[in-house]
């Protein structure tokens, strides 16, 4: 268990690694945000799992924050992605914005 939990935390701390450099190399923030979500999901899923098999009295613990996680962090990235194209932001190499009529919609909507 202790080789399982060892291996788990490692393979957590690569993630977290590919994730800052996702962050750091990605041309605008919804690509950021894809890659800090994705990798750091992992990663963060892999260490607690780890920390469950080093001390199996809190491996349910651990099973229920992943099961938490699994629930938020993409709700989390929808937010953020949301508020960074509401607010204007950049995207690179765009070829079509299918979003841009929606949104439009929903604003002369409420301005009615």
């Known amino acids: 268990?202790?080789?399982?939990?060892?291996?788990l935390i490692i393979i957590g701390g690569i993630f977290y690694l590919l994730?800052?450099?996702?962050i750091f190399r990605m041309p605008d923030v919804f690509n950021r945000i894809q890659a800090?979500?994705?990798?750091?999901?992992?990663g963060a899923f892999s260490l607690i799992?780890?920390?469950?098999f080093l001390n199996p009295t809190w491996f349910l613990k651990s099973l229920i924050l992943v099961?938490?996680?699994?629930?938020?962090?993409?709700?989390g990235s929808s937010v953020l992605a949301?508020?960074?194209?509401?607010?204007?932001?950049?995207?690179?190499?765009?070829?079509?914005?299918?979003?841009?009529?929606?949104y439009?919609?929903?604003?002369?909507?409420?301005?009615?």
Do not use: C, W
């Open 1 to 7: 268990m202790k080789v399982i939990g060892d291996v």
């Open 19 to 22: 994730g800052g450099l996702g």
């Open 36 to 42: 800090g979500t994705k990798a750091t999901t992992l």
């Open 49 to 52: 799992l780890g920390v469950g």
């Open 67 to 75: 099961v938490f996680m699994t629930i938020t962090n993409p709700v």
């Open 82 to 102: 949301r508020a960074s194209y509401l607010h204007g932001a950049k995207i690179a190499k765009l070829q079509k914005d299918d979003l841009k009529s929606l």
């Open 104 to 112: 439009e919609k929903e604003e002369m909507s409420q301005d009615d």
